[in-house]
């Protein structure tokens, strides 16, 4: 489970004094308690996937990679050079990302498997997307693929 393999790392980094890997993976750690938390009180499963956890580490990298844009105009390359360090750490437990030549394949290959022709169908697309490569792919990208595809 992704989960234990978090805590593991996490006492490795503890023994290795790597205090970079150490907060990142305290970080995640909280956010999935978070989570946790959240999915309970709404009358859910107390624990969660790894493919719920594997999300929630996707969204930190987009949320670290707006702020490092935002560093990037404030000449802020410190906190920039942190922010991605922090990226590089998170995405060491994530799938391989699709280069934009292959998001472009699969979403030409979804886009003929469903008959698509209008925006109209869009939704139905991305919903194959996100079912087929949640994780590998990231959706802005294959958003607007399909977007130019369809019009």
Known sequence: MLRQQLNEDLKSAMRD??????????????????????????GGDKDITDDQIRQIMAKMVKQRRDSIRMYEEGARMDLA???????????????KQLSADEVAEVVAKVK????????????????VLKDRYAGRVDMGRASQTMKQLLT
């Open 112 to 127: 003929q498997e469903l008959g698509a022709t209008g925006l109209k169908d869009m939704g139905r697309c991305m919903g």
């Open 17 to 42: 004094k790597d205090t970079r890997r150490m907060g990142t993976l305290r970080l995640i750690l909280a956010a999935v308690k978070e989570q946790e938390i959240v999915s309970r009180a709404e």
């Open 81 to 95: 050079e942190q922010e991605q360090a922090e990226i590089a750490v998170i995405e060491s437990y994530l799938p």
